[in-house]
């Protein structure tokens, strides 16, 4: 980091207010009068945003420098290297209202970061959680989708979608690391409009920070009925198929280059059928992974897409799932590849790790307590939903 010449920063109000129960045990600066601004950046680097937002308002000079890319670039790469687990559980309310409890414990499970509630005006049942590990996670319901930063606890109804006539919801989010932007994938049904067997449309919706976003209706179709959320790898983003998969040459998986606008299909593993249905699709590492634990007894399957042009699938992991149940096998689902271990999320009950190496699970079931909905990974951001529009307005 290049080196920055020292800047006097006031302390903070010697009286502040009394702290909120949620507030951080971080929450007041622990810095002196003058220090080096390098120093300053390393210490305020380490600190949730929720408490660097606070601080701005104790003068210009801390404004300016929470502010500076130099802090906002050495905070960015602490917390991918360090992301929170998000536990998600939703509560059903009168007059068609839900309350969504957010709370957030550090990836060992030592500290907790926030506990917040924001509220959805459907049904609870209505209500489902894309699959995330960035900084926003993602709803959706009958009344629309919605973007949440956990770390600034804003939470912004997103512009409305197209009408899907079937009332399924199918769609995918992800983050494309180059434009520095989330990017939300929505396919909507529209054949009892045209009656047809199926129509499917496609529309894409583009969120960077701070700015305003809007929904673009591609020119392609989707040509196949899709299930589970969609995946993102390499601006490609990829879908099961609906259909049964139970004799070779059918296709497995549709996909869909956010480049090209346009949609394609991916062949499963060479002498692989998923007759029942119960594959689903992970990224894992930045690569598209198909997960199997229906064809082995008690044995999950991880294969990787290792050429996409030739449609080349490698299985990279075969991981031995005796320490739990059979009933419990179709819900552990795989979230994120770190330092050599899979972290999989098992029913929303535990926060389990495989060593790769070891051939070993170890489970982590002390750090949740409680019955949550959902389980995500989540990462500290400065990311700004505030040009949306407000749920509450």
Not at 209 to 216: I, T
Not at 368 to 373: P, Q, T, Y
Not at 376 to 391: A, G, N, Y
Request: aromatic letters at 10%.
């Amino acid at each position: 980091m290049k080196k920055k010449p020292p800047m006097r920063i006031p302390s903070p109000p010697s009286s502040p207010p009394p702290a909120s129960p949620l507030s951080s045990p971080h929450d007041d600066p622990p810095m002196s009068p003058s220090l080096p601004t390098d120093l300053l950046i390393n210490i305020l680097s380490r600190l949730p945003v929720k408490s660097l937002g606070k601080f701005k308002s104790v003068s210009k000079e801390w404004l300016q420098l929470i502010t500076d890319p130099h802090l906002i670039s050495a905070h960015r790469e602490l917390s991918l290297a360090n992301p929170n687990i998000v536990l998600v559980k939703k509560t059903h309310l009168p007059n068609k209202c839900t309350r969504v409890d957010v709370s957030s414990l550090s990836f060992d499970g030592v500290s907790k970061n926030l506990d917040f509630s924001l509220h959805l005006y459907d049904y609870e049942n209505n209500i489902e959680m894309l699959p995330s590990k960035w900084d926003l996670i993602c709803f959706v319901s009958d009344s629309g989708f919605y973007a949440c930063n956990p770390s600034t606890q804003v939470t912004m109804k997103l512009p409305e979608a197209s009408c899907c006539t079937s009332g399924e919801v199918n769609a995918g989010m992800g983050y494309v690391k180059e434009r520095g932007e989330y990017v939300l994938v929505h396919l909507f049904d529209r054949s009892l409009d045209l009656h047809v067997d199926y129509d499917i449309g496609c529309e894409v919706l583009r969120l960077r920070d701070g700015e305003d976003c809007a929904w673009e209706v591609v020119d392609a179709n989707c040509p196949f009925v899709v299930r589970g959320w969609g995946v993102l790898v390499e601006n490609v983003f990829y879908w099961m198929i609906w259909d049964e998969y139970n004799q070779p040459g059918d296709e497995a998986i549709v996909s869909f280059d956010l480049e090209k606008g346009e949609f394609g299909t991916v062949s499963p593993p060479e002498g692989r059928f998923d007759p029942n249905g119960t594959w689903f699709l992970v990224e894992l590492g930045g690569r598209l992974c198909l997960v199997d634990s229906e064809t082995r007894p008690m044995t999950m399957d991880i294969w990787v897409l290792e050429d996409v042009e030739n449609h080349k699938w490698v299985q990279e992991y075969s991981i031995l799932m005796n320490g739990y149940t059979s009933d419990m096998l179709n819900f552990i689902v795989p979230l994120d590849y770190r330092d050599g271990k899979i972290v999989m999320d098992a029913k929303q009950e535990s926060l389990d790790y495989y060593d790769v190496k070891k051939k070993h699970i170890k489970r982590m079931d002390h750090l949740i307590a409680g019955e949550w909905n959902w389980l995500r990974l989540c990462t500290e951001s400065f990311f700004s939903l505030k040009k949306l529009i407000d749920i509450d307005a």
